[in-house]
T-cell receptor, first 115, second 112 residues
Framework: GENVEQHPSTLSVQEGDSAVIKCTYS??????FPWYKQELGKGPQLIID?????GEKKDQRIAVTLNKTAKHFSLHITETQPEDSAVYFC??????????????FGKGTKLSVKP | DAGVTQSPTHLIKTRGQQVTLRCSPKSGHDTVSWYQQALGQGPQFIFQ???????QRGNFPDRFSGHQFPNYSSELNVNALLLGDSALYLCASSSGAYNEQFFGPGTRLTVL
């Protein structure tokens, strides 16, 4: 089945710097890759997603890139702010074998933005 | 427009007991997926409901069961609770199985 690896597990940056989180997936049939932000005591919040027919997507300070050949995708946050501090999860969804849309998550990256 | 809601917020049970968790999807959504999130881990897929039927199931034992009602709300039931069932249980809703999933705040279950 699908497996998603996420790195790094923790990331500390200075306010204003950029942060990059990387994920790799194992199933070449995966076609949808969302990123979630989870703050303490809350459920995951969808912040950006990308589908397999697109190589890059940007939304203000957040961007995601996808390399289907290498089977990896990355989250880029520019001009980080203290309120970006949270745990970020990548996920992948496959349609192999009749799968109807469950997400496989990475283990998460704890991002700390220091003022 | 309310997002995904879950109840209760917190729950404490003892080993061997049974528990029912509830989820109301975001307005306009017809598909509900349940995930278990252990401390420090990513969410793990339990099962997904669409048109009141379980459409897909993750690697969880039969002690975990669910239901979806005609109004698209859903319940997760866990029987014969084990200490290892302690986790945050998340409900996610979507419009169809292949669209974006939006999560609720979760129910924190503690099994003593």
């Amino acid at each position: 089945g699908e497996n998603v690896e996420q790195h790094p597990s923790t990331l500390s940056v200075q306010e204003g710097d950029s942060a990059v989180i990387k994920c790799t997936y194992s199933d070449s049939a995966s076609n949808y890759f969302p990123w979630y932000k989870q703050e303490l005591g809350k459920g995951p919040q969808l912040i950006i997603d990308i589908r397999s027919n697109v190589g890059e997507k940007k939304d203000q300070r957040i961007a995601v890139t996808l390399n289907k050949t290498a089977k990896h995708f990355s989250l880029h946050i520019t001009e980080t702010q203290p309120e970006d501090s949270a745990v970020y999860f990548c996920a992948a969804r496959t349609r192999r074998g009749g799968s109807q849309g469950n997400l496989i998550f990475g283990k998460g990256t704890k991002l700390s933005v220091k003022p | 427009d309310a997002g995904v809601t879950q109840s209760p917020t917190h729950l404490i049970k003892t080993r061997g007991q049974q528990v029912t968790l509830r989820c109301s999807p975001k307005s306009g959504h017809d598909t509900v997926s349940w995930y278990q999130q252990a401390l420090g881990q990513g969410p793990q897929f339990i099962f997904q409901y669409y048109e009141e039927e379980e459409r897909q199931r993750g690697n969880f034992p039969d002690r975990f069961s669910g239901h979806q009602f005609p109004n698209y709300s859903s319940e997760l039931n866990v029987n014969a609770l084990l200490l290892g069932d302690s986790a945050l249980y998340l409900c996610a809703s979507s419009s169809g199985a292949y669209n974006e999933q939006f999560f609720g705040p979760g129910t924190r279950l503690t099994v003593l």
